[in-house]
């Protein structure tokens, strides 16, 4: 039977969703990674910005992000990105 999906959650995240509960279930122990990475791309799009952009603002920005963690939300990142343009970059990866 094929029935159209009614859900307001795009399908490629609902079967993300899945695999991720199948994987904690199978090893509750190893789930703290892939637990914060999808906490950090859901947190990205409750706030409207794109995931990937941020997560590589944060890779390129590692070690201003250890220093001042506050300055580095999802969502207030631009500003410091903003704030910071003028100097040199620190992290290249």
């Avoid at 609902?14 to 199948?22: K, N, T």
């Amino acid at each position: 039977m094929n029935r159209k999906s009614t859900s307001p959650i795009p399908e490629p995240i609902v079967q993300l969703q899945r695999q991720l509960d199948q994987f904690r279930s199978a090893r509750p122990h190893r789930m703290k990674l892939p637990e914060t990475v999808w906490e950090l791309i859901h947190t990205c799009q409750l706030c409207g910005v794109n995931s990937f952009d941020y997560l590589f603002e944060l890779l390129r920005h590692a070690r201003e992000l250890a220093a001042r963690p506050a300055e580095w939300m999802s969502w207030n990142y631009r500003e410091t990105l903003e704030r910071t343009a003028s100097l040199p970059e620190s992290t290249e990866l």
